[in-house]
Structures are given as structure tokens and as C-alpha cells.
């Protein structure tokens, strides 16, 4: 599977989100009124915002198909990390919302009881996203999808909220209507952090930071390649799912054009056999002593 076929492999788990937030915001928005609970209203309110963040996760997975074009000779596979950036922005102002609705409630007065059922509906649906998350975990690992697996986060958070709600509404049963504030705060603070954890990941991946750690395994297996004798320099950059490399070995001075060649394209095979990176630049040198380059003293 290349790297096209990865990324329409990954719209399923985008249109799998799309549907279940269309069924799900349909059926909390009418129990949650016809149960008076406005725990399950919100939570409705909030997969409808849903299905804008994972139709921008469906755009961007769309406009990363396209092939490189005179504009963008790399392709447009950063479309992927822009999009899981725009849902990040989506799933923070659902966290805000949630977390300001529940400062209100801790201040709101005494309101109608909602009906029991409700809470069953919230975990039903919570059952529901959780499924959904772990198919979209899943797949954007085995496609190595960043803006799909910002969805299936996504998906989580929405979970998380559902589960919020049904304890709100079986605490209120009990007299304990302080619950569902706080267990709203809680949930809030996860959808935020969850958020700040996806921008944080997309920006840095936009500005071309990488890890250092794999960068070093990446040195690791160059190094180990036969023939290279060190490496000057080594750059890494994520592009979309991608990884390209940038390195420069030093190699026997005394080998031939062919034999350096040869010598690349066994460091493009081990990127690509041992580290599933298709993207590597390798520019040879000579490999000349510091003894050797070191103008003699004048007399």
C-alpha cells in the first residue's frame, strides 16, 4: 500500500466519524428535550460541532491526494497535518464551552430533575464513540495518519463528555446535583488538554521540527551502512505522514562515482526496509583526514 492508497484508506475512518456524529447529535438533541436533561442537549450541541471538525479532517485527507504539481513539487500532504490542527482549534472551543457551562451550573439555581433514561441514552452513545475511536485508532496507526488519529482522539474526548453527562444526570437522581457540574470540569479539562496536545503535535510538525530520539536511530542505521565512513550532516522533516531525510555521508576517497552510488542506494533500501522512508537525499563526499587538509606551517 503507498502512500496515496494510506490516505484513501484513511477517509473511511473520517466518514465513519461523519455518521456516527449525525446519528448520535440527532438522537441526544431529541431525548435530551423530550427528558429535560440539558446535560444531553449540550452534549448534542457539541457532536454537531463534531461533524465540522471530521468534514475538515475529510478535506484535508482529500487535498493530500493530490500529486505534486508545479506549486508543490513535495505534493500537498501537509494538508493532512492542517487539518488535525483545525479540529484541534474545534475540539478547544468545545472544551471552553464545556468547562464555562460548568462554572455556570455551580452558580445556576435548582432546576427540574431530568428523566433517568437520559443517563442510559448518554452511555449508550459513549458505548457507541468509544467503538468508533478504537477503529480509528487503529487504522490511523497501521496508515500512520496524523489527522485521523487527531479524529479518533477526537472521538474519545466526545465519549468522555457523554460519560460526564450520565453521571450528572444519575447524580441528580440522588440529590447530588454538585456532580454534574464537576464531573462536567473534568471532562473539559481533558477535551483541553487533548487539544493542546494535537496543536502541539501539528505545529511543531508545520515549523519542521522533529524528534530527536529517531532522529538518532535514523544517524544509527546510516552510520551502520557499509561504505560510510561518517556522517557530516543529517536533517528530518515531517511532511504529512511522510518523513523526508537529508544527509550528507563521507565516504573512501578513492572509490569510484559508481561504487559512491552505490553506496546511496543502500541507504535509500535500509530507510526504506528498516524505517518506512521512502523520501531520503543522500549527497556524498570524500572522506579526507583532518591531518590531510591542514595547511602546512610556512618556514
Known sequence: MDQYQKIKAGERGAWVSISAYLVLSSVKLAAGYWFLSSALVADGFNNLTDIIASTAVLIGLRISQKPPDQDHPYGHFRAETIAAMVASFIMATVGIQVLIGAVRSLFAEAKAVPDLNSAWIAL????????????????????????LMAAAKDNLADALVGVGAAIGVIGSQFGLPWMDPVAAL???????????????????ALT?????????????T????????????????????????????????????????????????RMEGEHNILNVHVHVEPHVMEEAVRKPEPH
Open 208 to 220: 519542521d521540527g522533529f524528534d530527536v530520539n529517531q532522529l538518532n536511530n535514523l544517524r544509527m
Open 124 to 147: 449508550a452513545a459513549s458505548a457507541c464513540m468509544l467503538g468508533v475511536y478504537w477503529y480509528n485508532r487503529r487504522l490511523a496507526k497501521r496508515i500512520e495518519n496524523q489527522a
Open 222 to 269: 546510516i552510520e551502520g551502512t557499509k561504505g560510510v565512513r561518517s556522517i557530516k550532516d543529517i536533517k528530518a522533516r515531517v511532511h504529512g505522514s511522510n518523513v523526508l531525510i537529508d544527509v550528507i555521508v563521507q565516504v573512501d576517497p578513492s572509490l569510484s562515482l559508481i561504487e559512491s552510488h552505490r553506496i546511496s542506494d543502500e541507504i535509500e533500501k
Open 186 to 204: 473534568a471532562v473539559g479539562v481533558i477535551i483541553c488538554k487533548t487539544a493542546w496536545e494535537i496543536f502541539h503535535s501539528s505545529t511543531h
